[in-house]
T-cell receptor
Framework: SQKIEQNSEALNIQEGKTATLTCNYT??????LQWYRQDPGRGPVFLLL?????KEKRKERLKVTFDTTLKQSLFHITASQPADSATYLC???????????FGGGTRLMVKP | EAGVTQSPTHLIKTRGQQATLRCSPI?????VYWYQQALGLGLQFLLW???????NRGNFPPRFSGRQFPNYSSELNVNALELEDSALYLC??????????FGSGTRLTVV
């Protein structure tokens, strides 16, 4: 069956360090993968999109990698700040169809 | 441009009642997708409307239904509410190949 897995345990890091979040998937052929930020009680906010033929995408302090061989995406936040504390969701859009399927999210806590 | 708007922000209903939630997409977007996010769980796809038609639905019972109006706004109806329907209901409005824009959600509480 199709699965998208993110580390369900919270990630706690010190301010200024790089946070790395993982998204693994099985039985998917994603056309592209997206990362979202979600704050409690709010809707997800789009951060980055990476296509299947792209290895890496950057936006300011954010970097996403996409390895279709490993079936894995890594999401990095450099020089992390307490304001980066939130739940981060990865989502896949398959080659067939346009349904957005989400992982369970990883909660990031950045301590000052 | 105005974002995706959802109403109401909060809704409290009694078990067995019906709930109606509303979503207005970004101007020019014709598709609306609905999701349920129960506490501590990921977003689960509910329904997809495009050009006024239901295009796909997730693994939810028929008491979850909806419609899309000519102006592309959408309504989600949940009949015969159960306690486990308590969740944050989100809709998104999209343009193919780009990130999707979510509303702030409706927090439904069934008591």
């Amino acid at each position: 069956s199709q699965k998208i897995e993110q580390n369900s345990e919270a990630l706690n890091i010190q301010e200024g360090k790089t946070a790395t979040l993982t998204c693994n998937y099985t039985n998917y052929s994603p056309a592209y993968l997206q990362w979202y930020r979600q704050d409690p009680g709010r809707g997800p906010v789009f951060l980055l999109l990476i296509r299947e033929n792209e290895k890496e995408k950057r936006k300011e302090r954010l970097k996403v990698t996409f390895d279709t061989t490993l079936k894995q995406s890594l999401f990095h936040i450099t020089a992390s700040q307490p304001a980066d504390s939130a739940t981060y969701l990865c989502a896949l859009v398959p080659n067939a169809g346009n349904m957005l399927t989400f992982g369970g999210g990883t909660r990031l806590m950045v301590k000052p | 441009e105005a974002g995706v708007t959802q109403s109401p922000t909060h809704l409290i209903k009694t078990r067995g009642q019906q709930a109606t939630l509303r979503c207005s997409p970004i101007s020019g977007h014709t598709s609306v997708y609905w999701y349920q996010q129960a506490l501590g769980l990921g977003l689960q796809f509910l329904l997809w409307y495009d050009e006024g038609e239901e295009r796909n639905r997730g693994n939810f019972p028929p008491r979850f239904s909806g419609r899309q109006f000519p102006n592309y706004s959408s309504e989600l109806n949940v009949n015969a509410l159960e306690l486990e329907d308590s969740a944050l209901y989100l809709c998104d409005s999209r343009r193919t190949g780009r990130g999707y824009t979510f509303g702030s959600g409706t927090r439904l509480t069934v008591v």
